[in-house]
Structures are given as C-alpha cells and as structure tokens.
C-alpha cells in the first residue's frame, strides 16, 4: 500500500483540500451577514421592496444634487477668481475672460454644473 499524502490516480493533494476547506470557510465568514440580508429581502412584501427601493433612488439623487452644488460651488468660484486676476492686470475684453475661464475650468465643469443656481 501506497503512502496516505500520496494521490494513487489524481494530482490532488491532502493539503489541497485543506487549503480549499481554509479560504472556503473564510469566503462564508465574511458573506455571512450579507446572505442573511438577501435571505430576509427575498421575502419582504413586494410593497416594502419597491418602497425600499424608491427610498434608495431619492437618497441617491439627493447625494448626487449636493455633490453638483458642491461642483459648481467651485467652479464659480475658481472662475470669479480668474475674472477678477484678468480685470486686475487690464484686460477688459469679455471674450478673452470668457475663454480664459473656460480654458482653465474645463475640468471642473460637470454634466450640468453652468444651470446649477447657488
């Protein structure tokens, strides 16, 4: 009879399943408690799920208003500074401001950061 850490027809070792057993118990000690939270969602009523859902949707467009405001807080800002620093030095011409602005606050014009209102 053979040796018990040798395999007799597969290349698979005692140790290899000790490693698989290992990062398999890991693997469902840290999904735990978001397989509870799936197991409970499967059987709340329909109502609450979309409510649920609903609440989530405006939390995240409310997240995301206030993270624009924040945007276009700065860019109107950085831009007030620009046309003052090119007033400051004698340039007059709007269409020069105008474009230095642009030219320098591209990055932090966003999907509808010039319509925002302070």
Known sequence: ???????????????DF???TRVQTYENKINREANKLVQKIKWVPYSERFELWEDSRTLM????AQIMQVNYNMYYRVAEEIKKK???IG???WKA????????TY?????GAQ???E
Do not use: C, P, W
Request: positive net charge; charged residues 35%; glycine residues 2%.
């Open 1 to 15: 009879m053979e040796s018990k850490t040798k395999s007799i027809n597969s290349a698979i070792r005692l140790d």
């Open 18 to 20: 000790e490693v698989f």
């Open 61 to 64: 467009q409310e997240y995301k």
């Open 86 to 88: 090119l007033e400051a």
């Open 91 to 93: 340039v007059q011409d």
């Open 97 to 104: 401001i105008e474009s230095t602005t642009k030219r320098y």
């Open 107 to 111: 990055h932090l014009q966003g999907k």
């Open 115 to 117: 319509t925002l209102k």
